[in-house]
């Protein structure tokens, strides 16, 4: 089963935007680690999707950053724009999303690249309707999901309009910035990361979702962490899209705080559903990670966070 949590929300969120001169060190890197700028490319937003420009097979199309995502997904409209050859002897995959399960067809890259920088030859990537992008030009080729990202340190700096990937050698105990909030993460296999979320004071299970426009909260979660069912039954209903054809319910909720441990969102609207994603109880979305600098670390399974 593969898992694809990105996009679902069509009717909020905007980031503010600002030119920026590049990532620094702050200081000297511990003794034996090696840190190197392998990519970088400027990173766009429309309301709260995280853009980016790529070139698939040679061809430029834009993407939706994507760490919620474990497999990279292409539009049926690019795959069959960039002719890209199915799977041979390949059976239907399912792709795990907000609205329930959903099929998909796997198809070959052989190559995708970010400003001139091939990140991965021979990938593998699945095909599956996806949510409408309004007003997005070009128009959204699809995800650029943890296959790919997880490869690398991955930087995301909405604000500054800035994505850039490492690679790190001997890097175990590095902080990019003196000044940011450290926080552990639980990396799985397939790259998606989980975090000890903290939602009206509790700790709840959180994937950091970059391709969610908002943050979303598990209707049971919302209950256990003190919400009322007459506070949800009177708060803003709002339906949503996410990968396929199927659609969710919302309920818009204010929370008093929500966020990682040392840097919390205070008095957020969040999105509380019944959602379809076994063991995730809170999806932290482009509302948070888009108004920070953060740097993900796959390979030390942290993350390091900056206002």
């Not at 089963?1 to 920026?20: H, I, N, P, Q, T």
């Not at 198809?107 to 593998?124: F, Q």
Request: proline share 7%; aromatic share 6%.
């Amino acid at each position: 089963m593969r898992f694809s949590f990105a996009a679902v929300l069509l009717a909020l969120g905007l980031a503010a935007c600002s030119a920026d001169s590049g990532w620094h060190p702050p200081g000297p890197l511990p003794p034996g680690c090696s840190l190197r700028e392998e990519a970088a490319a400027p990173l766009r937003d429309h309301r709260n999707f995280m853009l980016v420009q790529v070139a698939i097979n040679g061809t430029p199309a834009t993407m939706v950053v994507d760490t919620g995502a474990e497999i990279s997904t292409i539009t049926p409209a690019a795959a069959a724009s960039l002719a890209l050859p199915a799977e041979i002897g390949g059976k239907p995959h399912v792709l795990h999303g907000v609205a329930g399960d959903v099929a998909a067809q796997r198809l070959r890259i052989d190559e995708i690249a970010l400003h001139g920088t091939v990140l991965r030859t021979n990938l593998m990537v699945d095909s599956s309707r996806m949510p409408p992008f309004p007003g997005i030009e070009p128009p959204v080729a699809g995800l650029l999901g943890a296959d790919v990202l997880s490869a690398y340190e991955v930087e995301l700096n909405l604000p500054a309009q800035r994505l850039a990937l490492y690679s790190a050698t001997g890097c175990t105990g590095y902080t990019p910035w003196h000044d940011a909030v450290a926080i552990p993460v639980q990396r799985t296999r397939t790259g998606l990361i989980f975090a000890d979320g903290l939602l009206e004071g509790r700790k709840v299970r959180t994937l950091l979702d970059s391709g969610a426009r908002t943050t979303l909260v598990r209707r049971s979660t919302a209950l256990t962490v003190g919400v009322s069912e007459a506070a949800l039954a009177a708060d803003q209903s709002v339906t949503g899209k996410g990968i396929g054809a199927g659609s969710i319910n919302f309920r818009l909720h204010q929370f008093g705080e929500i966020g990682l441990p040392g840097d919390v969102m205070q008095g957020a609207i969040a999105d509380v559903a019944e959602l379809h994603l076994p063991g995730v109880e809170m999806l932290l979305g482009a509302d948070y990670l888009g108004a920070r600098h953060v740097w993900i670390s796959y390979g030390t399974s942290r993350i390091f966070v900056r206002r």
